[in-house]
């Protein structure tokens, strides 16, 4: 038996009925880890072997995205400028994680603070596509995603702030998850952008993302962002049922750009849903043209004041200059940034700065804020009329390593879809809906009002079960 392929709610059932033991599901995803890690390179670090409580609620094998604080284990943001840095506590969902006796594979891979939709930015190298290793694995949680595909994890979690979650899952043909702003606690979380951040599953079908948003959704006195609302039993929502449901397709989405393959794949899904009862209408968001120009703005912004933190004292790396220009203090701080970030955390942080700078900040950053509040509104409008919103996840399958890395433009685009969920904080799941001629996968995304998960994983089970 290779456990390591099954998916976790599979596996909780066969230790259940004593078939397989939670040892047994370790040490196949750390011979599989053996097998591929060195072709995949989904791991920034691997753990030492972890314990195993064999009568634990969800003793699962889990790949954490290495801007999430685990406490003793080193958290780098796959940045230089995190070398060493081994965090003195635990976020918020690994401590929930711990209570239910999860083994934690390792950090997985990422773009440097989570700066980028390929995974090609990290200090450690870029994560390689299991579909194709000549292909990158989208970002910035490539490595959770390629963990999942490639069975070197059963589940993983990542964050998504502008579609980190939802553009590698569907590059990598996984099932992924970015829960409404406030649902899953960002304790612990290394910022990028702290109004967009949101840590949400990444695994191998709906199932298993709705146990694992079970295990890390709710309130937390120590992030002022969760909310206070009672957190449902997700597994609850998978009924295999979506009579009566009226689901918008935004025009504004379906325009060039888009891979005929994704647009048909996705039309196909729009077929089968409604032959098991949706209705379907076009909607019109029409601020979306703004939604990539508005996150450039504010995400930087956002991250330009967050990575202030990084000054050679009080993480990771600290680089003693030679020759004093300025003074100890101020050199110390300048050579360690220099050194320790990367050209696109350097780019964003620029960005950032000028956008926030006196003279600037009314005509940038605030009219950000302003054109954010408009696209917010567009889908308020629309959940008035539908119950969920369905588009393609990413405008292209897998692309090659190196073909978007000198053109941050074209890279910035890879969100196009994803964007405007961060901006309005509803929940968005990406699912596997189709493969190219060239053997890649494709993602379909399905959008619901805020805290509306459930509808979520609904239609989500639903077309998994009919596919
Ligand atoms: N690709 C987007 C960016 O580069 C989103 C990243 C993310 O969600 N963390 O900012």
């Known amino acids: 038996m290779t456990p390591n392929t099954l998916t976790a709610h599979a596996i909780l059932d066969l230790i259940k009925q004593k078939k397989l033991s939670a040892k047994d599901v370790f040490a196949s995803v750390s011979a599989q880890i053996q097998k591929t890690e060195k072709d995949v390179h989904a791991y920034a670090t691997i753990f030492d072997a972890p314990q195993i409580q064999e009568n634990a609620a969800v003793p699962i094998p889990i790949a954490i995205k290495d801007n999430i604080c685990i406490k003793g284990e080193l958290t780098t943001c796959s940045s230089q400028i995190l070398s060493g840095f081994k965090p003195p506590y635990d976020a918020t969902v690994i401590q929930k994680l711990k209570a239910s006796g999860a083994v934690f594979t390792g950090h997985a891979n990422m773009d440097e603070f989570a700066f980028g939709s390929s995974t090609e930015t990290s200090y450690y190298g870029p994560t390689r596509n299991p579909w194709n290793l000549a292909c990158v694995p989208g970002g910035s949680s490539g490595g959770s995603a390629a963990a999942v595909a490639a069975n070197e994890a059963i589940w993983a979690l990542g964050s998504d702030t502008g579609g980190s979650i939802r553009q590698p899952a569907a590059l990598c043909g996984v099932v992924g998850l970015k829960p409404t702003y406030g649902r899953v606690s960002r304790y612990g979380l290394i910022a990028f952008a702290s109004s967009l951040d949101q840590i949400g ?89 703004y939604a990539v120009s508005t996150y450039y703005i504010v995400a930087t912004a956002e991250a330009s004041s967050n990575l202030a933190r990084f000054d050679g004292i009080q993480y990771g790396l600290r680089r003693k200059p030679d020759h004093i220009r300025k003074t100890p203090l101020i050199d110390l701080y300048e050579e360690t940034r220099d050194i320790g970030f990367g050209t696109e955390a350097k780019r964003r942080i620029m960005l950032g700065t000028y956008a926030l700078s006196s003279g600037y900040y009314d005509a940038y950053y605030l009219k950000g804020l302003k054109v954010r509040t408009l696209i917010k509104k567009d889908f308020d409008e629309a959940f008035k009329k539908v119950d969920a919103i369905i588009t393609p996840t990413s405008p292209t399958t897998a692309f090659k390593i190196g073909e978007k890395t000198n053109d941050p433009l074209s890279m910035y685009l890879s969100d196009i879809y994803t964007i405007s969920a961060n901006l309005s904080g509803i929940p968005a799941i990406s699912i596997p809906c189709g493969l190219s001629k060239d053997n890649l996968p494709i993602g379909l995304q399905i959008m619901a009002k805020p805290f509306d998960e459930e509808m979520l994983f609904r239609i989500g089970f639903t077309f998994e079960q009919n596919k």
């Open 201 to 289: 599953p990444i695994t191998k079908d709906i199932t298993d993302a709705a146990l694992l948003l079970n295990i890390i959704a709710g309130h937390d006195e120590h992030d002022s962002t969760s909310v206070d609302l009672p957190v449902p039993d997700y597994t609850k929502a998978l009924r295999n049922d979506v009579k009566g449901l009226k689901i918008g397709i935004p025009k504004e989405y379906f325009i060039e750009g888009i891979d005929p393959q994704v647009k048909k794949s996705v039309f196909d899904a729009i077929a089968i849903l409604k032959k098991c009862g949706a209705t379907f209408e076009e909607i019109s968001l029409p601020h979306t043209e």
